[in-house]
């Protein structure tokens, strides 16, 4: 479930209170005191046993006896009574509860069943939604709403609050009371037996009152769940959150290299980016993050300019600008000349720009003027430090015409101790206006204050990664060449084979077989059982070799001498082997030896030595980890994690949150690697992430990187038997494969496949074919072409929420052309799909309409979505002739248009069609 019933958790028209009480300090008493005195307009029921009446209200024995049915009911009871109580309350028609009480870690009175799962069971026949247990509550300030026992109410606003930790909840709400700070909904998770993140986020990302949804999570479960809800609402509305608990010592007890360097606090990092979600540190950025983001609009560009009265507030500010992944803005050969003929010839004209501790306010206006105008400066920070010739409030009234003409977003920082109250009368907000972050701002408040550079520098990189991370969503990445496909057969066979002799961890060969299946360049390997068998070995291949122990209980060979590198001869191989096998025999004495594997030596000088590999993490299943290798890959720390599946874009995000990569990219007299060649095998190491699910951790380290390509020199896998399919385990389900089928239509082999984010630049070529009466009756509006941002949501679509089948002619000139597309958007509870239907101008009429509604509802049939509904202009009559020929019941709503509705039994679904 997901919205399903929340509308009345967060609207309801009455609440019962089940363990209503006037015992100072109770529970019951304290959310009974919060609902009277939040103002709530509905009839309030308080369920008290043994009283007739609390808190100046008629009290009710029983939920039996209530006057009518509660929207929501609040449960203040013991834990024992609660499964009870919520059957009792779903037989009697309520839709949602807050479980408030805690101590559903126990068992029902018989001792069988856990009084959590009980709770569940009784809630599932009547969809109630349960809040909880062992939660604060909620508050929703704009209908009164104080469902809680938190010590303070809220203000209304506009930010929307969730957490898990009931502490963390209410010293929240103190802080955002005394600086005035609203909500628009303020929600304690708790336990969150039922409702969750992902819930919430559905619900919020589309709820119109709420700007910002801020979080603070500690865990997340139904992972796949909570991505595809928070990717929706982050495409709607700034998601910000900070994430406790960033130790993980699962991370300790894994197993290989990557599974070691995947935490789980990394993982979570990576989900974030994924969803294009914003992580901050701390509860207060929280807050901070929301205003900036709320008010630094236009946002133009990563690059700063800096304007300060002091050269020390001018560095420290870029400081914290480069240490926080930041760009300083490089002034322009124009502004320096500007800069020369209007400042002092004492003062540096670069960036930062430091107009001297004597400057007055003509000179900051001076200087601002140049620095807004300059067109390689993306935004500006003034600094200004109190002197004796110039006051605050002078400069900031000075300077505020200059802010509010500004083509670029500007920020201001007053230091000293008065500087920010003195200013904000004139031109900005204040440090006291500066956290009411949930309130429109007037005009002359436009501008962002601070006291220190750090802070103002700190909200503008807020700004930046928020930005980075929504154009990583939208940025396309190039059409897919021809190349060939995994021997995927060839991959599971191998992992089968060594499952089957009951072996968790393959053999060198075998992974590197494994890896060679997906076109991964892998240096050649040969198994030696013995000293005859190594000679044989080396002699095939050719001196010099490396020389490696083989066996199942070493994991990391060069550990215990298991490596012996740049063998030229038969004699430094038999030796070498001697050496090694004593050695290990004496550090691991329980070590199974099963001889050792011989490979060419690879001598490319300039290379780098990577690591590359799979890792699974508890929570978000299979990652893809990268980073610089060697043995001392742990000591030096340098890696990232990302989410699969992977395309070439995500691949080089990838890349680019190591410290390596700048290395990568060339220097002195080192050429840049093949970065295509490095992108493409993340890209496929995700790919056999979905097709082998038994493979649970994949090490490639070192994999050798240059301007030729790159090379796997040694390889680790290690597998366990599972029942799950390869995509149940993602978090974001990879390209559906398995929905690929080709036809024949319109006298040619026609492919029907899931669109993809490579099919960006062949979806806008399609869509410039279509006539201007069809992009009019597709999206109901007169449209020459659509946006480039609608583009990249049409082609980047969350496969578990959404498909789109495109027709494509594979044989056309030049590549795939794209036919006609048929797309479905289902809600998240997979009861109604909103379907669509466009085919090329040129082709109406000839079947291929037919035939991909056709797929497209078998698809939501299989996926077990009960409706498609959709909506057709009246004068769109080839749309509705297919309709009504599909078996759609259309139905005049007005204004022309008609909706088209069709049961898929054992349900129905949605639809905008052209």
């Not at 999570?217 to 992972?223: F, H, L, Q």
């Not at 080192?670 to 090490?699: C, F, G, N, W, Y």
């Not at 390509?709 to 559906?736: K, Q």
């Not at 029907?752 to 992009?775: G, N």
Request: hydrophobic fraction near 45%; proline fraction near 6%.
């Amino acid at each position: 479930m997901s919205r399903r019933n929340l509308e009345q958790l967060f609207n309801p028209r009455s609440v019962a209170v089940i363990g209503a009480s006037d015992r100072p300090y109770s529970v019951g008493a304290t959310v009974m005191r919060n609902l009277l005195h939040g103002g709530f307009a509905g009839p309030i029921w308080p369920v008290n046993i043994r009283r007739a009446e609390v808190a100046g209200l008629r009290a009710y024995r029983a939920v039996a006896e209530l006057p009518a049915v509660p929207d929501l009911a609040v449960l203040c009871v013991p834990a024992p009574a609660i499964p009870a109580l919520i059957g009792e309350l779903g037989a009697r028609g309520t839709r949602a509860a807050i479980v408030v009480s805690a101590g559903l870690g126990g068992k029902t009175r018989d001792g069988g069943t856990p009084l959590r799962s009980a709770m569940l069971k009784a809630a599932e026949p009547y969809t109630l939604r349960i809040l909880g247990p062992n939660c604060i509550g909620l508050l929703v300030p704009a209908i009164g709403l104080n469902a809680s026992f938190a010590h303070v109410g809220a203000r209304a606003g506009s930010l929307a609050f969730v957490a898990q930790s009931g502490a963390l909840t209410t010293a929240m709400l103190d802080w955002a009371q005394s600086r005035q700070v609203g909500f628009s909904h303020f929600v304690s998770l708790g336990d969150a037996a039922d409702i969750d993140f992902g819930d919430l986020l559905d619900y919020l990302g589309r709820e119109p009152k709420t700007r910002a949804i801020l979080l603070y999570i500690e865990s997340v479960t139904a992972a796949r769940k909570f991505m595809a809800a928070a990717r929706t609402a982050a495409r709607n509305k700034p998601v910000i959150v900070v994430k406790a608990g960033r130790t993980g010592e699962s991370a300790r007890a894994a197993h290989s290299h990557s599974g070691a360097l995947a935490g789980s606090d990394a993982v979570y990092e990576a989900a974030f980016r994924r969803a294009g979600v914003l992580r901050v540190g701390t509860t207060r950025e929280l807050f901070d993050a929301a205003e900036i983001l709320a008010r630094i609009k236009p946002y133009l560009g990563p690059r700063l300019a800096i304007v300060s009265n002091g050269g020390g507030p001018g560095v420290m500010a870029t400081d914290a600008l480069i240490e926080g992944g930041g760009e300083l803005a490089s002034i322009s050969p124009e502004t320096a000349r500007t800069l020369d003929s209007l400042l002092p010839a004492s003062a540096p004209h670069g960036n930062p720009l430091d107009i001297g501790g004597d400057a007055r306010p003509e000179r900051y206006v001076t200087a601002l003027r140049a620095a807004i105008e300059d067109a390689n400066v993306d935004a500006v920070l003034a600094i200004h430090a109190p002197t004796a010739v110039a006051s605050v409030a002078e400069v900031a009234a000075a300077c505020a015409p200059v802010f509010s003409s500004a083509r670029c977003p500007v920020l201001a920082c007053w230091m000293g101790a008065e500087g920010t109250g003195a200013a904000a009368g004139v031109a900005g907000t204040g440090e006291a206006d500066r956290t009411r972050a949930s309130e429109p701002q007037p005009a002359r408040d436009a501008v962002p204050m601070y006291s220190t550079p750090e802070e103002a520098v700190g909200a503008f990189l807020h700004v930046a990664r928020y930005h980075r991370s929504q154009a990583l969503l939208l940025e396309a990445p190039a059409a897919i060449a021809e190349a060939p496909k995994p021997d995927v057969g060839r991959a599971r066979a191998i992992v089968a084979g060594a499952l089957a002799q009951n072996r968790a961890v393959l053999t060198e060969p075998e992974a590197k077989d494994v890896l060679a299946a997906y076109g991964i360049a892998v240096v050649e390997t040969r198994i030696a059982r013995n000293t005859a068998e190594l000679t044989e070995a080396a002699a095939g291949m050719g001196y010099p070799v490396a020389l490696k122990i083989l066996s199942p209980d070493i994991s990391h060979k060069s550990d215990v001498g298991g490596v012996a590198l740049n063998l030229d001869t038969t004699e430094e191989l038999q030796r070498a082997a001697s050496a090694m096998l004593e050695r290990c025999l004496e550090l691991v004495p329980k070590a199974r030896i099963e001889g050792f594997t011989v490979q060419k030596m690879i001598r490319r000088g300039g290379s780098h030595e990577l690591l590359a590999g799979i890792a699974t993490d508890a929570t978000f299943g299979p990652t893809i980890v990268f980073g610089q290798g060697g043995t001392a890959v742990e000591v030096i720390g340098d890696r990232a994690v990302a989410l699969p599946p992977l395309n070439a874009v995500l691949a080089r995000d990838l890349i680019s949150q190591t410290r390596v990569q700048r290395v990568l990219l060339g220097y002195r007299d080192r050429l840049p690697i093949d970065m295509p060649a490095l992108e493409q095998t993340l890209v496929k190491l995700s790919q056999l992430a979905a097709d082998v699910p038994e493979l649970v951790e994949l090490d490639i380290n070192p994999l050798l990187a240059d301007e030729r390509g790159v090379l796997a020199l040694d390889a680790r896998i290690r597998v366990e038997a599972t029942a799950a399919r390869g995509t149940e385990r993602f978090a974001i389900r990879p390209y559906p494969a398995e929905l690929e089928e080709r036809i024949e239509l319109l006298g040619r082999q026609i492919l029907l496949r899931p669109i993809r984010p490579e099919d960006f630049v062949q979806h806008r070529r399609f869509l410039a074919r279509i006539a201007p009466e069809d992009m009019r009756a597709r999206f109901f509006a007169a449209m020459r072409e659509v946006p480039e941002r609608d583009l990249a949501h049409l082609t980047q679509i969350d496969y578990e929420r959404e498909m789109a089948f495109i027709a494509v002619d594979p044989g056309a000139g030049g590549g795939e052309e794209t036919l006609g597309v048929a797309r479905a958007s289902t809600d998240p509870d997979n009861i109604e799909a909103e379907f669509a239907v466009l085919v090329r101008s040129d082709l109406k009429g000839q079947g291929l309409g037919g035939v991909l509604l056709q797929k497209l509802i078998r698809h939501c049939r299989d996926r077990g979505t009960e409706r498609l509904i959709g909506e057709a202009q009246s004068d769109n009559a080839r749309m509705l002739r297919l309709a009504a020929a599909t078996g759609f019941h259309i139905e005049a709503i007005g204004q022309g248009l008609l909706q088209l509705r069709l049961d898929l039994k054992p349900g129905e679904a949605q639809a905008r069609c052209a």
